[in-house]
């Protein structure tokens, strides 16, 4: 028997469920970026360091690159493009970022905001050395994190 | 591991002078809506019908040559649309230009390598298939043979007669060489009372690493013969001058766009080779063509900042700390290719004296090529570098001769009365006041303090010290400089490019020439448009990107070498006050008043003395473009402005290798406290400082942005941050596993601070500062050595200065001492 290369795959990503026929050894973030056309979320290394691929997999932080698209059939997928409230309106961390300058070029921001709202949702009231912890895989070029760290703290109660 | 996060509230030392506007003000980023929701578009987001993803083969060895190519296995898998080898590059295209002179003029650069490759990673081969997957494995698939070769890899060793030979049409691995001479350099050194002498600085090989990697989506059309190709290249302009006589095509014919690009800092200057080989498979196999570097390829084959030797170096110094000249001699590493460079063999000398007044200066620069990822420029490029050795000189001729770091600095800045300041070699600093930043820097770094602190580290067994680096960013390059390395180069000057228009239901559209990777363009674009135009910036569209279709580029444009908000914002300038003066013109018409009678304000044309008496813009935009009729013939107004902004320059002299080399210089002065185990090495930033004159801001917590970026990548080069090659030319740290950059839990406690200093040069009197100077490696170094020095006085010597070094340092200090003597009389 042949071995199997491709196979059918259900996920549900911000709230809509795709099926689609993916090759086994798709990574998940491709699968996001290419197959879905979901295209904020990144790819800036090939080693799983840099975070710009990070999305919440069933209510865990995951690097997207980390995974193989098959790892996801049946999961329920978060990225960047589901955060915003649909009323027109940015979601409390993206209007905090914006407030604090928190981005310059703005390629790691989607993983980072993705990183933070993992990091509140678990932890509403996080401090400082918690939200350097939790931003710690997720690695910017542009502004050295203080604006960052400035940004997640506004939100954390 | 850091006790506070926030900067402090930007010290204000000088109020500037009240202005009407949104200028000076942080009105909300215009990029950020799209960027924090995932709708950014990036070249790798752009997709086309029959897209073939491009995977490049890459060379093993660092030196050898190719004996055979073979790739018939991989063109006959299915789903690969075909390849491209060096052959076929050699056969379609030309070397590209070259800016040197002989020898480096005589080196061949393809956009693949022609028989022989020169260093790991460089494209041998490219294979295209219909996936990134199986183009990564049909790549695996093609068969290259080598013949290896000696490879050459310490710059030391590259003129060695026994030591291989890069480029054999060049005849040795020297690509430049230049002797840079001003003042009385040996009536300095008689006249000093000592001379200290500094065998050996090493400015380690780094670069700044933007998140996203090089690439480009390409499409030909047949029809026209006209490439479109989507790139994060920030310089295109560049891009184009080489692309388009390599391809022996006109440059209308390369059309350039970007919209959003993820960091830049220099290193997606020089992509040139890889667009081109695009092309080429683009037009080959009748498809558009993805490439998309992975993070390795760009560690390993993409713009590493150049690494700079400073040999016998001698300072000539009076009694009371008087600094007089110095000569040293410069070895420049430019990697295996010359793609920007030997340009960064004249760009040091934007800022050759540092911030000190200094007059007889001698350097002998030398740049050879090495079996190494090619050098380009990397935020700071070539200044830094300079500026480090300066700050390095300051430092140890200051512990050597036990003068206090602060006051040699303080006696030897050129001082605000001085401004502008001529220096030897012909540039002119516009303004400034660099003991005033020190000053600021010493009070937010608790300078007062300090004893007290260096009591309690030394009672918790720790090593305490205080560092200060202090930076020029030189902004707005004379081309003409290029000259000085090549006389025959027909370039000088420099411009930008902005297009301002009001259209027909009264949107103001801006149109820029520039390639911003986070500098917020569209943000102070917007400002500078709507105070001239009497609106929000809110009404201001920025186009986002660059466009060559636009028309709203020169020859310059593009996004590097800190200067934006002189030539950018000088066009936008220009541009939104021809448009403010047409429509002036076109309501002195319809209101029948003198143009000198009327106003822009809040959204209206407006007679000043009767409020009443107003056109809205939107009126003034319908009447134009669609509601003419009636106008008078000989009315002149289009409504839609093209400014080029073109510096004020002269050709420097070639002969005397004098001139004004740039237009503004902003500086920076940082102060960096850290505390050392003397045990092992280990070391932290406990605190930072970050002082910066950019002259005017127009939008303040922007330019805060880049001071904090710039010191980020100072500090991880100053830390961790190094391209590190063995015997053989492998890399060992080609990946962020290896190239260990600053996370959020590295960042040190840090203050801003800053003073404005205005430019009399600038429309706006604003001065470019992106790039920062990479004051945070002089100040590192210098606190480092502050804090060995009760272990037996060790000599910092390298720009990078990873806890293993400081252990060396701390295990045996005499090694590093005998780099440095002092002669006195």
Redesign the interface.
Known sequence: MEPQTSQTITVTVNGETYEREV?A??LLI?FI??DL???????????G??G?CSVIYNGQLVKSCMLLAVQADGARIE???G??PEDGK?HAL??S???H?A????????GM?MSAKALLDANPSAS?EE???G??G?????????????AV?AVAR | M?ET???AQPLVVEEGEEQRGFAGTNV??K????????????F??V?RHGMGYAHFVRSPYAHANITSIDVSKAEALEGVYGTLIGEEVAALTDPFFQLATPPGAHIKDYALAVGKVRHVGEPVAIVVAA???LARDAADLVEVDYEPLGAVTDARRALDPETPVLHEEAGSNLSWEGVYEWGDVEGAFAEADHVVKISELHFDRFN??????DGAVVEYNRGTGQWTIHTNNQFPGFAAIMMGPAMRTGLDKLRFVTQ??????GNKITSHPQLVACCLLARKLHRPINW?E???EFHLTMSHGNERWFLDTEVAVKADGTLLGFRTKALDDAGAFLRYEPLGGVIWAQVTPGCYRWRNVRLDFTQVVTNKAPCSPNRGYSRMQHLWFTERMIDIVAHELGLDPVEVRKKNYVKAEEMPYTTPNGCVYDSGDYARMLDVALELIGYEGLAERRADAESRGKLFGFGIGSTLDSGTNNFGQSRLINPELQFSGNNEVATVKLDIFGEIVVTLGTTP????HETTAAIVVADILGVTPDDVNVRAGHDTYWNSHAGFSGTYASQFAVTGLGAVKGAAEKLAGEIKKLGSVILGCPESELELADGFVRMKANAEAALPLMACGAIINANNAGLPEDLDVTLNARYVYRPPFELPDVERKYGNLTLTYAAQVHAALVEVDPETGVYEIVQYAAIDDCGKRIHP??V??QV??A???ALGAATHETFTYDAEGNLLTP???DYH?????D?PP?KTGYIESPSPFTALGTKGMGEGGGAGIHAVCAALQDALAPRGRPVVYDSCNPYHRVWELLQDPEASRRRVEVISK
């Open positions: 090759e050894r798709r491709h970026r290419d056309d979901l295209t904020g979320s990144h790819v800036g290394c090939d080693t360091n840099c710009a990225t960047v493009e955060l915003a940015l993206q209007q970022f914006s407030d300058h981005l310059q070029c703005g390629y790691c921001t989607p905001l400082e939200i350097r912890k931003l710690q997720n690695i910017c070029r542009c502004t050295g994190y203080w604006n960052i760290i400035d703290k | 850091t996060l926030s900067p909300p980023r990029e950020d809506k799209r960027l924090v929701q995932g709708q950014g578009v990036y790798d987001d997709k996936t990134r997957e700044s690493t933007p998140l996203e990697c959003d690009i993820g960091g830049g800092f998309t992975w993070r390795t990777q986070g500098q917020s917590q922007i805060e942005g904090m970026g010191t980020a990548h990946n962020f596993y950059v600053p996370h959020a839990m960042m840090l």
